[in-house]
């Protein structure tokens, strides 16, 4: 299988319970993909989370990301913790109601243990 279909296959695996599933660059801070299923998750389209999270906003979507340039530099002074993290937080939506999300999210690496991506899932919790 090659790199972009198993890519397409987890990114299917992902998407098929219709919540939240996201890949964050590290680098640029800039989302890579988000999945279709947040628009009826959270309220927000993902041109709106795309938006919100390119212009480092502290608005109602902040607590997706929150705490990536820590979480990076505690990394890269050896915290391993900080590899695989899990939260939960109330959010926002545009209509004013709140939904209670878990998201867990892993930091990918590459060849050289450097992280090149925030990888996440979430859903809401009961």
Do not use: H, K
Not at 14 to 29: H, S
Not at 42 to 53: C, E, H, N, P, V
Not at 97 to 113: F, K, M, R
């Amino acid at each position: 299988m090659t790199d972009i279909a198993t890519a397409d296959a987890f990114r299917t695996i992902a998407e098929l319970g219709g919540d939240l599933a996201f890949v964050l660059d590290c680098a640029t801070r800039r989302p890579a993909y988000i999945s279709p299923g947040v628009d009826e998750m959270l309220g927000y389209s993902t041109a709106d989370i795309r938006a919100q999270l390119e212009n480092g906003g502290d608005g109602p979507l902040a607590a997706l990301c929150a705490g990536l340039p820590e979480r990076l530099a505690r990394f890269a002074a050896g915290d391993g913790s900080r590899l695989r993290v899990m939260r939960e937080f109330d959010l926002r939506r545009p209509d004013g109601s709140e939904v209670a999300v878990e998201v867990i999210s892993t930091l990918a690496l590459d060849g050289g243990g450097q992280p090149r991506a925030l990888v996440g899932l979430g859903g809401m919790t009961s």
